[in-house]
């Protein structure tokens, strides 16, 4: 497997708990899952993939951790890497905004030279609206912990059995 490096935004606790649910299905090392907050392009660098999950807050805003994170990721060399996005968002409180955080981290990064991967149908969730979403599918894994957690260890288990052939 590719090195993979796991970065996260989490205000609640719940984005970080997917992180770790992530490389335990994936067979990542706890000491490669790591807060945003701690990001810099050397750390960035050092992996060939990259998970990078955040929440989505207010508007359909990124989780704070992540505007000098995505600053970061911006000015490091992304080219050639594998990148695979997670998000948690509330699709019945802010259905018209759901996960719209991973949207944004796929449009700062989209020209950065890496390449995306674990894009996920949407037929399966209920929401209004998302910036995450394109031809039908979301840019990474969206999540609902809050109204659908029974649906979290499923959803993750099916995305990272995807995502294994992709970071092979």
Same mark, same amino acid.
Do not use: N
């Given at each position: 497997m590719k090195k993979t490096g796991?970065?996260?935004g989490s205000t609640t606790g719940?984005? *970080? %708990?997917?992180?770790? @649910?992530i490389a335990e299905k994936l067979g990542v090392s706890p000491a490669d899952v790591h807060d945003v907050s701690k990001?810099?392009?050397?750390?960035? *660098? %050092?992996?060939?993939? @990259?998970?990078?999950g955040t929440s989505t807050w207010g508007d359909g805003?990124?989780?704070?951790d992540w505007y000098d994170g995505i600053k970061v990721l911006k000015n490091a060399n992304l080219s050639g890497k594998t990148i695979a996005l997670f998000g948690c968002g509330d699709s019945e409180?802010?259905?018209?905004?759901?996960?719209?955080?991973?949207?944004?981290?796929?449009?700062?990064?989209?020209?950065?030279?890496?390449?995306?991967?674990?894009?996920v149908s949407d037929s399966d969730y209920t929401y209004a609206s998302s910036v995450a979403v394109a031809d039908g599918k979301f840019v990474g894994l969206a999540l609902d912990d809050v109204n659908e957690s029974d649906r979290t260890d499923a959803r993750v288990s099916a995305w990272t059995e995807m995502l294994k052939a992709d970071l092979a």
């Open positions: 796991i970065f996260y719940t984005t *970080e %708990s997917v992180a770790r @649910l990001l810099d392009a050397a750390l960035a *660098e %050092s992996y060939e993939a @990259l998970i990078l805003e990124l989780q704070d409180s802010y259905s018209d905004t759901f996960c719209d955080g991973i949207g944004i981290l796929f449009e700062d990064l989209k020209d950065s030279g890496c390449t995306f991967v674990g894009a």
